[in-house]
């Protein structure tokens, strides 16, 4: 179950980080609910996740899968593409999460 509390606590966050840009400084009151309501659940599901998995590597797959999840959703919601140093940026966090994952001792659950 810990990834699976670690997958939803990503997805609350990307949906709460994606609403604070829609929520314009917390003027329009729909997407700033979502913005309260995604990080309330979102800190929530990784205190069950730190039951289990050290707070370092919870944390670094974390920002590194939101990082990637934003940056989807900015291209797709916001239009905002990222450009080749971006792009390379990512892919290197992404080899980071994987290196944690094969290598890692830490990781095992």
Request: without cysteine; charged residues 10%; neutral net charge.
């Amino acid at each position: 179950m810990t990834y699976v509390y670690l997958f939803l606590a990503i997805v609350a966050e990307v949906i709460a980080t994606s609403s604070l840009k829609a929520a314009e400084g917390f003027t329009k009151l729909g997407p700033s609910l979502l913005v309260v309501i995604g990080y309330v659940a979102a800190f929530f599901l990784l205190s069950l996740v730190l039951r289990t998995m050290t707070v370092g590597i919870a944390y670094a797959i974390w920002s590194g899968v939101g990082i990637i999840l934003l940056a989807i959703v900015g291209a797709i919601a916001f239009r905002e593409i990222p450009d080749t140093p971006a792009i390379i940026g990512m892919g290197l966090i992404i080899a980071g999460v994987i290196v944690i994952h094969v290598f890692s001792q830490t990781v095992r659950l």
